[in-house]
């Protein structure tokens, strides 16, 4: 956060500044910077539309599922067996992921990339893309995967973005091509 930038008081009740304070210093976070930051994220979710009060407990749940469950957990189209709902749904969601303000799209590509990692495995960054490693990719979840990243692909042509989708032993590499001329 820039140092120049002018500062406003912001009243609240003590149990939440200390509350705030304590995690801000767990965090490793000056007070200021802290609640900057948390105010920052949730100025740019209610302005997607969300309401937090409305997704908090959501919120809640899978943040535990993610820290806590070691087992196989993930997002379903209803017809799972269709490879083309896995297709639609990676299409569903990108179409929602290209309006984030201030985030360019492959940007949202890894976001979107890092919503599905977290709940199967790992995700590593490379260059112009990543990498998604989990001794839950079997072939099927592999093929499930790979649809999503090609539903997300249908959108992204739009807009001059193909995805490079390479299927690994329990991985999935994906490189994103910006370029019209590395089409």
């Given at each position: 956060m820039?140092?120049?930038?002018?500062?406003?008081?912001?009243?609240?009740d003590?149990?939440?500044y200390?509350?705030l304070?304590e995690?801000a210093?767990?965090?490793g976070?000056r007070?200021y910077?802290?609640t900057n930051?948390?105010?920052s994220?949730?100025?740019q979710?209610?302005?997607?539309?969300?309401s937090?009060?409305?997704?908090?407990?959501l919120?809640?749940?899978?943040g535990?599922i993610?820290?806590?469950?070691?087992g196989h957990?993930?997002?379903?189209?209803?017809?799972e067996?269709?490879?083309?709902s896995?297709?639609d749904?990676?299409?569903s969601?990108?179409?929602?992921?290209?309006?984030v303000?201030?985030?360019?799209l492959?940007?949202?590509?890894?976001?979107l990339?890092s919503?599905?990692?977290?709940?199967?495995?790992?995700?590593k960054a490379?260059e112009?893309g990543?990498?998604?490693?989990?001794?839950?990719?079997n072939?099927e979840?592999i093929?499930?995967?790979?649809?999503?990243f090609k539903?997300?692909?249908?959108?992204l042509t739009?807009?001059?973005?193909?995805?490079?989708?390479?299927?690994?032993?329990?991985?999935v590499?994906i490189?994103?091509i910006e370029?019209?001329?590395d089409?």
């Open positions: 820039e140092q120049n930038k002018k500062r406003h008081p912001c009243f609240m003590e149990g939440v200390e509350r304070a995690l210093r767990y965090n976070n007070l910077e802290y930051e948390l105010l994220d949730a100025i979710i209610e302005e997607q539309g969300i937090l009060r409305s997704i908090k407990d919120v809640i749940i899978l535990k993610t820290q806590n469950y070691k957990f993930m997002i379903s189209p209803v017809n067996n269709s490879i083309e896995w297709k749904l990676g299409a969601l990108m179409t929602i992921m290209r309006f303000p201030g985030q360019s492959k940007e949202s590509v890894i976001s990339a919503f599905f990692a977290v709940f199967l495995g790992e995700m490379e112009n990543f990498q998604i490693i989990s001794p839950f990719l072939e979840n093929e499930k995967l790979v649809n999503i539903g997300m692909e249908e959108v739009k807009d001059g973005i193909k995805l490079e989708i390479k299927m690994g032993n329990r991985s590499r490189k994103v370029d019209k001329k089409l």
